[in-house]
Nanobody, 120 residues
Framework: VQLQASGGGLVQAGGSLRLSCKAS????????MGWYRQAPGKQRVLVAL???????NYADSVKGRFTISRDNAKNTVYLQMNSLRPEDTAVYYC???????????????WGQGTQVTVSS
């Protein structure tokens, strides 16, 4: 299983970006999918989660600005980021809890990370 993230870049404060992360490989089902971020010198933290029934959860710092969604047919999770702030600058990682076979235990997989830089 591989997760391929894309969509990062440089944007001015107040701007928007949309991140995408596609899972590929041997996949029976995908449970929760999410986005995390890691700023320089800091720990990786949760940004947003979405479950298989589309329930969502957000970090307080991004509520009302970021929206997570998924396309199950494409095994893809998205993060729409609006009203970006300099403090949103970080490497963003996607994560997915994936069951490879009907009889196997789900496991967590990480994407390679995509850089988001917000200039003031």
């Amino acid at each position: 299983v591989q997760l391929q993230a894309s969509g990062g870049g440089l944007v001015q404060a107040g701007g928007s970006l949309r991140l995408s992360c596609k899972a590929s490989g041997s996949i029976f089902s995908i449970n929760r999918m999410g986005w995390y971020r890691q700023a320089p010198g800091k720990q990786r933290v949760l940004v947003a989660l979405i479950t298989s029934d589309d329930s969502t959860n957000y970090a307080d710092s991004v509520k009302g600005r970021f929206t997570i969604s998924r396309d199950n047919a494409k095994n893809t999770v998205y993060l729409q980021m609006n009203s970006l702030r300099p403090e949103d600058t970080a490497v963003y990682y996607c994560n997915a809890n994936i069951r490879q076979r009907m009889w196997t235990i789900p496991d967590n997989y990480w994407g390679q990370g995509t850089q988001v830089t917000v200039s003031s």
